[in-house]
Structures are given as structure tokens and as C-alpha cells.
């Protein structure tokens, strides 16, 4: 694995970890906007230098699709959750477990990740060698999936744990890569639009309200 | 051969569901529209119906019909599932006729989401393509969750909220799946995977990966167990004719996985496969039928029951024997017909009275005596009872688990492992009795002496159905003709 998108690799994992510690909705949206903008970085720059270099179709074509992939990610999928949380409330909710816990899963996780990783790389072929760090942050990603009560930061962990698969994302073909993005932006929406009207229905987006409500 | 007919079975009911939305924006053509709306999604279900059914002939004399632009393949091994899934859907929206009374959803914006969710289940059982396949279950997902929201009851956001997270989530480990199947073959074919059988036995751990993520992600978008979580709340949360089309979905779910895992059993036959399977299929169907067991709302004792349908439905499967994917594929398409045909009775009843409490109902067969017989019917022949399909769906079932078991772990254990499935069916047909005995029979409960019937577009599908259970019990060659292999 090259040095550079293992380093956006590393920092989007860190950005995933903030995610899952943040206090409010507002903040955990923006450790996502951060973590789907780091982990789309590289191969966008790699994609500017070729068409620089290149200056050819192909060149524009492809960096067309990566450039509109990173701004979805890094962009529309956060606005439409923060245009939920505008249209609801920016919560600061008690996770499920304490912060302390919490962390040391987290700790736990990235020291089996570091035992298993090195274990199972060996055996993956050389094309998926980035199979292991992007398990790591769809672990961290599930942390706000699980030990959340907020469905906004629910989501938003939902989104960290779609852009983990980023780098494999990126090679799949262009021809589908609007039909990938296009999917991503449908789920939020649909996401955003159910807790809008569970809103209505019960006066909080808490999950543990609901059913009391 | 050539041939454009399953792209015009996807291409028919996406194209009438965006002539419904089109409506939408626009103010003078929601008056209109509200007056032939519920034809509207008729003739989308109907036509879909009609193009399917002319693909029959082809397959039954042996070809297979393939659209290689899309990767669309319709044959012997989908066919059966086709029909079931259309037929579901015409009877499911001639009983919306009556049955749908409005919701969240603009009637423009439901008639598209349901023709949608059509479009994708055939999908998902014509395409031959990794990545549209995982496309068509992240957008049945999305059009499924929009379809149980649009019920304007209390419990229906929070319901949709747990099936949008187990669902999408899931919906990552198939993604994980295809994209790692894809850079490992460079191509995103099913075919390809066979094509690039040496690399995956060289690197047999990559291939079981693989098909965990794809246990994983369809399972939960099933209902496996333990990933079901969201059934028995999905179906007290959505309307009773979403509940209708939902009963098509596994028909679509189970044989994508299959046709997913297929290839990766083909090169690397490991028993860990067959052995998950198998014992997710047993979980599902002891959990499913002991849950049900205890419950006295009709809808979450009915989605129990289903959990227990899903274990039965993935056990054939799961034996990856040619016997096994023809009984699998009748047992598939018979018990999501009769589901189907249970559920809508239990709409009807629920809208009928406005209470699913089986201890609040009772005597209703007096009133409702199309509705009640067409459930005992669905009943009998869910639970295996003959001379009804389900008896000839079960005995095949018996047969392949039976055939599958028996050189591998002898005769006695072979015949008790069948005879504890046949203690679980006749378990599963005391709580459907019972549920019989409760809602339709005895004495009118206080409040419902002077209910009236069900107008007849909500009877007669159920009805249908019970007649076609009755006649596949006579002549289930008529649906065997469909799945036998070439």
C-alpha cells in the first residue's frame, strides 16, 4: 500500500474515532464531512495530476467521477443530515455506554485489529491489502450505529461506515458509480424523512422516547 | 435465445410508476389522478403479470430468455419465482383497491414506490451482475422503508427507523462482498466467478468471506435469524396491502443469495456453508414457531411465523443439491403465495375491526366468511396438511433433507432430523388453528355484532389464493413443470 493513502487512511479512521465520541449531532455531521473529505483526498489529487499531466478524455472522465463521488460523500450526505437535524434538534444525548467504556473498546479493537490484521494481510491477495484498515473504521463507524440514541448520529455512523468502503468503492467502474451515489443520497434521504415524521409523532428524535411515546 | 421480454418485465412497471409521479408536481392533475389511482397501480401490476406470463411457454419448453446487454437472464431457475412474485403483487393490488385509505405518501408517490419495489424484486431474480444486484437490494430497501412509513400510525417511524438501520447496514456487507468478489476477478459477472475458479481456490478463505458478507447482508434483509429484529415490528407498523407485497420479497432475497453463493460452493464445497445454513434454517424455524407460540397480537404472531417460513425456505437451499434448489424454489414461491394469502386476511380483519387483539375478536366467521375460510385454507396448507400445495411443498422439503442427510449421517439421525420438522410444522398449524379458532369462530366478541363484510375486492384475492392452493394440491406439476431442472 502506497505511504500517502495509507496516511488518509490513518487520518480518516481518526476522524471516524472523533465521530464516535462526539457530544452533539452538529459535531458528529462534521467529523463526517472530515472523514468522507480525507478518505476521497488522495485519489482525487492522483486523479487532478493525471488530468494536468494526461490532459486527455479519460483523464477528465474519471476525474469527473471521483471529484462528484468525494463532494457526495464529503458534502451532500452531511447536508441532508444536518438539513434534518435544522428541521429537528441538535441533541447532545448520554451514549448507551459511558465515554470510558467506549474507549476501551475502541482500544481493544485496534490492538486485536493490529493482531489480526498483520495475521490476515498476509493471507489476502496484494489487491486487497487495504481490506484490514477499512474493517478497523467500519468498526469504529458501527460504534455510532450501536451505542447511539440519537437516529441523526445513528445515520451519520451509517454514512462513516458507507465512505470506509471508499477505497474499494473506487475501483469499481465509472459507469456505476452514479448508481452507487445516487442510492447513498436516496438512503439519507429516506433516513432523514423517517425520523422527520417520527418527529412529528413523538415530539423527540431520542430513540428511547419513542416507544415510551 | 434473445430476448427482450425480461427487460420489458423490469421496463413495464418502472415506466407506469414514473407516469404516476410525473403527476406530482403538478396541482390540476392530483383531482385526476386521485380518480384512477388505484387502476393505475392495477394495470402497472396486471401488465407486469401478462409479460411475465408470456415468458412461461419459452421456459417450459426448455430455453432460456436473456437480455445480455443487462445481464437479465430468465430461466428455470427464476421463472417459478417470477410468477409467484407478480401474482403476489396483482392480487396484493386488486385488494388495494379497497384496502389502501391513504397515508403519508401522495397517492402519485405510492403507486410509484410500490411499481419500484416490483421492479426490483424481478430484478433482483433476473439480473446476473454482482453490482446490480446489490444495487436492486439497497433500492429495495430504500422503496420498502418508504412504503412502511407511509402508514399514518404511531408505530410505523419507529419500526421503518430499525428496519432502515439492520437493513442498510446489512446492505454494506453485501456491498463489501460484491466489491471484493470484483477486484478479485476484475469483472462483475456471476459467470466470471466460475471463470475465476483457480483464484478462488487458491485463496479458499477470500471465497469464504465473501459468502459470509453475503449470509450476512441478504440474511438481515431477510429476516434471518439473528437478524430479525425488525420483522415483528415491520409488520404491525405498515399498511395491510404493503404487508401484501412484502410477502414477495424472500422469493427475490433467497434466490439472489443462492444464485450469489452458488458459484463459490461450486469451487470450494465446504461443509462450513452447509452447516451455517442449515443451522440458521433450524434457529429460525425453532425461534420462529416458539415466539409465535405466545402471542396475542395477530400481525407479530403472523411475523414470527414468517421468521419460521424463512428457516423452512433456507434450509433447501442451503444443501446445495439439484434437489434441493427445485424443492427449495417450490416450497419458496407455495409458502410466500400462502403467506400472502394469510396476511391480506389479517388486514382485512384489522381493518374491519381496527384491532389486531386475537383476545378482543371472535365469531367472525359469520361475518366474514369468504375472508375466514380462504384462511384456514392458507393455514392448512402452510402447515403441510394434504391434499393442499403446501403438503407436496413440505414432502419435498422432507425428501431433500432426508436424500442430502442420510449418506452423510446415517438413516436414524437422517429420519429424526425430518420427524422434528414435522413436530415443528404441526406446532406451527396449532397456533395458526388456534388463531383461527380465536378471531373467526365462537361467539361475536362486544363491539363487532353488527360489522359488515369486507367489500369483495378485499375477499377475492384471498380467496384466489386458497383456490390456487387447493388446485397445485391436485396438480403441482402445474408449478413443478416451471422449476424442473434442464
Redesign the interface.
Known sequence: MELTILASLVVSTFFTALGAFSHTTKRAIGFLALQAASIGFVELVYCLLELITGLHMEALISFLAVFIEWFTSAAVSPLIIYWGMIKTENISEKPLVNNKKALASIVTLTVLWLIFGSLFSN???K??DI?PLTALM?LFS?FL?VYRKD?LK?LVG?NM??NS?YP??A???IS?VP??LG?MV??NI??V???M??YR??GTIL?SK??V? | MYSLLPLLSLVAPSFIGFLCLFTYPFKFLEAFFRRIEKLALLLGTSLTLLIVMTMVPYILSGEALETPIFSLKVDSTNMAGAVGIVLIFFLASLYNVEAERGGRLKPSMYNFFVLLFLTCMLGLLFSYDIFGIFLLVEMTIGVSIVLVVHNPTKISPEASFKYLIITAVSALFVLLGVLTTFISINSSSISAIMDNSEFFRENSRLAMFIVACFIVGLGADIGLVPFHGWVPDILPGSPPTVNGFFTAEPIAFILALYKLINPFYVIYPSQTIILLLFCIGLICVIFGVLSAFSQKDFLRMFAYLTIEEFGHMILPFGLFTSFGLTAGQFYLVNSSLMKAGLVLCLGSVLINTKTSDMDSLGGLIGKMDETAWSYIVCSLSIAGVPPLSGFYAKWLLYSAVYDFLSPLVGIVFSLLTVLFLICMSIVSLAVLVRSFHQIFLGQPARGLNDLKNVPWEMWLPTLIIAIITILLGIQPNALFNLIKQP
Do not use: H, M
Request: charged share 15%.
Open positions: 493471507l489476502l491477495p489487491r486487497l481490506l467500519l458501527s450505529i437516529p445513528i451509517l461506515a458507507e468502503l474499494l468503492i475501483e469499481s467502474p456505476l448508481f452507487i442510492l436516496f438512503v429516506v433516513g424523512f423517517v425520523v415524521e417520527a409523532e413523538y430513540l419513542w416507544r411515546g
